[in-house]
């Protein structure tokens, strides 16, 4: 692998699927506080977006007005405690297929390893996951604006003072995939959205060898 330097990934729906748990924690929040029952079709909105910037969208797709802050913030708590308890089982088996060998790979082409996920859960996950000795850095999104805005990605390779051209990075969402390219930095598209902005799509990871891997990083 020539000059990349960084590897970023995207927690939910790269490294583990939580989408279902986050979308279930929404639907039992409508449910009890508003009487709405969630669409499926909504979920997508969801992908990659920060817990509040979730909320706000199902919000106005489901036309109910709410603009005290206060209280979005207490009921988008509440939705997080629901998700904690959803996800409280999580163990290795949950990690995505194809992730464990990209990891290791890339720890033995010595490439720096960073976690670019809006979820502010994300360093309990990776826990669960028993990840932690793989990741070099895991970004807060605390005070980032959230994907489609490159601060996420920005963030890591600032952390580690490369240039974008250093970097490459893996996402499951449109919301992701447009965060990675406003930062310009090579983005792997995973899993089955179109993701039609992606430099390069696989259905899993398991598709990436290292004969992939190296092209990819070669540019050809
Ligand atoms: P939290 P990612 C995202 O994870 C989820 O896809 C999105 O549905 C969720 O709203 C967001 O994390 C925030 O999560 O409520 O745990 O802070 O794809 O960026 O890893
Ligand atoms: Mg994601």
């Known amino acids: 692998m020539n000059n990349i330097k960084l590897a970023i990934f995207d927690l939910d729906g790269v490294i583990t699927s939580t989408t279902k748990e986050h979308y279930k924690a929404w639907k039992l929040l409508f449910i009890k506080h508003f009487g ?4 499926p079709s909504l979920e997508v909105y969801t992908k990659g977006v920060s817990r509040i910037e979730s ?3 199902l919000l106005e797709k489901s036309k109910v007005n709410l603009d005290d802050p206060k209280l979005i913030e207490c009921l988008a708590n509440e939705k997080n405690e629901i998700y904690k308890e959803l996800i409280s089982e999580f163990d290795e ?3 995505c297929p194809g992730v464990l060998d990209l990891l290791k790979y890339l720890k033995q082409n010595s490439i ?3 976690l670019g996920s809006a979820s502010k859960n994300a360093p309990f996950l990776i826990r669960k996951l028993k990840l932690e000795s793989y990741f070099d850095y895991i970004v807060n999104p605390e005070e980032k604006n959230s994907k489609p805005a490159p601060d996420i990605f920005l ?3 600032n952390h580690f003072g490369y240039k974008s051209s250093e970097a490459i990075a893996f996402e499951d969402a449109e919301a992701g995939i447009e965060s990675i390219k406003n930062a310009d930095i090579y983005a792997v598209g995973v899993g089955d959205e179109e993701l039609k902005d992606a430099d390069i799509k696989v259905k899993s990871l398991k598709e990436l060898t290292p004969v992939s891997l190296e092209k ?3 540019g050809n």
Request: overall charge positive.
């Open 155 to 157: 963030d890591a390779l």
């Open 216 to 218: 990819i990083m070669r």
């Open 55 to 57: 909320f706000k969208v």
């Open 36 to 39: 709405i029952r969630l669409d």
């Open 93 to 95: 088996t949950k990690i």
């Open 112 to 114: 720096k390893i960073a």
